[in-house]
């Protein structure tokens, strides 16, 4: 993994206790910013296969996230889309109230820099877990 380590220039940071109950596999966060700066920034770094449930940034103005990829490969899908690879130096940006996962692809560490998009009266909505034949498709 050192090679990983290296492009991981914001380091992978501690196991993501608080939210585990959301992801399949382990996944480790290195906030950026304090959590009551915005927008909050913070490095979310996937073991192999790890990756979160399905989610909705609910926003009634802006809101939404971004995700600057910055080491190792992923997969981000929106619901009812194909997934689409993601690489270091790939960009995606997810609109408030689109059902959507992302994560590391089953043999690949993964991390980006997830920047949580200001808006009105915003929240994570967690819900089901991506599935095992869903994940393994890909």
């Not at 009551?36 to 920034?41: A, E």
């Not at 802006?62 to 194909?82: T, V």
């Not at 689109?98 to 991390?111: I, L, N, Y």
Request: proline share 5%; hydrophobic share 35%.
């Amino acid at each position: 993994m050192s090679d990983f380590d290296k492009q991981n220039i914001f380091k992978k940071g501690h196991f993501n206790s608080d939210y585990a109950q959301y992801f399949t596999g382990k996944s480790y966060l290195n906030g950026l910013t304090p959590p009551n700066v915005q927008p909050y920034m913070a490095n979310i770094t996937f073991e192999p296969g790890c990756r979160n449930n399905w989610h909705i940034h609910k926003a009634e103005k802006n809101g939404g996230q971004i995700l600057l990829c910055i080491a190792g490969n992923g997969w981000y899908q929106e619901w009812g889309k194909p997934a689409q690879s993601l690489k270091a130096g790939d960009v995606v940006v997810i609109p408030a109230n689109v059902k959507h996962w992302h994560g590391a692809k089953k043999d690949s560490w993964f991390s980006h820099i997830s920047v949580e998009v200001p808006g009105t009266v915003t929240k994570n909505e967690w819900l089901e877990a991506v599935s095992f034949e869903e994940y393994s498709s890909l």
